[in-house]
């Protein structure tokens, strides 16, 4: 019988072990799928060229990647600077100050801000969004614009990450002890000076882990953005400036002009840079967290 039960145990455990691998190796296989589409544009052009270029003229057999990984860099920073600070004081006051009563009725809200399509973030947008930069903030700025730009597509996209970081950094001050917060207070500090000194000290590393999650959520997004940023080929120089992120480029073309030599490819390249971006931000977010987490045991 204990045999038995040791055999049974044995084996859950590698099964276990198995799909974990399997989910491990899906990155892997889509990393090589998107390097192996992508060989004949590497073949035909330099890397330098094509993600340092701004050229993108597919019909002349020019494929310069650099407007679009700009667009994405531009639209995606935006929508950290509007979303985190949002997120983190929202998170503190659900997790140190709101009453019970109060969280169960803000919970759902923040649940459903997470399930709206982004379709419909985007109409919203279009609605909302771009006539107010239009009308309202360009002119502040003696700006002309149609306030279809990186900043419409930063807003919409802040907006949409907001839940998903308010969610983990809720979770994370969650599991910091309440005799530490007990134990700064003994001592004469304030709430608000234990929340800053003994609170977000601890759960720095979940901070940054949720901040992580969103902008990897933010470098994906497609429809939302694809319908207010504005869709120009371009670099851009202001937050007034039309873009094209990368996830619109993908979802805009892909099926559309593959009768264009090497535009396959391209689009495979351009969702190969993505992958990479979003892969190495991960890997720098870890090392980062790691380095938090030894000082902190420290």
Request: hydrophobic fraction near 55%.
């Amino acid at each position: 019988m204990l045999n038995g039960r040791i055999i049974k145990d044995r084996l859950t455990s590698k099964i276990l072990l198995i799909f974990t691998i399997l989910i491990s190796l899906i990155v892997i296989i889509i990393g090589v799928e998107l390097f192996y589409k992508s060989q004949p544009i590497i073949k035909s052009n330099s890397l330098q060229e094509l993600i340092f270029s701004k050229d993108w003229h597919p019909l002349k057999g020019h494929f310069g990647m650099l407007s679009f990984i700009a667009g994405t860099a531009w639209v995606t920073i935006i929508a950290v600077i509007i979303a985190v600070p949002l997120c983190l004081l929202t998170a503190i006051y659900l997790s140190e100050y709101v009453h019970k009563r109060v969280l169960k009725i803000i919970n759902p809200f923040i649940d459903i801000l997470a399930g709206i399509p982004s379709v419909i973030f985007g109409v919203w947008g279009i609605i909302i969004i771009v006539p107010f930069i239009r009308f309202n903030i360009a002119p502040l700025f003696g700006v002309s614009t149609t306030g279809y730009n990186v900043l419409a597509g930063g807003i919409i996209l802040g907006i949409m990450i907001i839940p998903v970081i308010i969610s983990v950094m809720v979770e994370v001050f969650k599991t910091i002890p309440v005799e530490l917060r007990e134990a700064s207070l003994s001592l004469g500090a304030t709430k608000w000076q234990t929340i800053k000194l003994v609170v977000l000290k601890k759960a720095k590393p979940g901070i940054i882990a949720a901040i992580v999650l969103g902008v990897s959520r933010a470098l994906g997004e497609t429809m939302a953005v694809l319908m207010v940023v504005g869709n120009m080929v371009q670099v851009p120089t202001s937050v007034f400036d039309s873009a094209y992120p990368l996830p619109t480029l993908i979802a805009n073309n892909y099926g559309e002009m593959l009768s264009i030599p090497m535009y396959d490819s391209a689009l495979m390249f351009a969702a190969l840079v993505l992958f990479i971006i979003v892969v190495l931000f991960n890997v720098l977010s870890r090392i980062i967290l790691s380095r938090i987490e030894r000082k902190l045991r420290a």
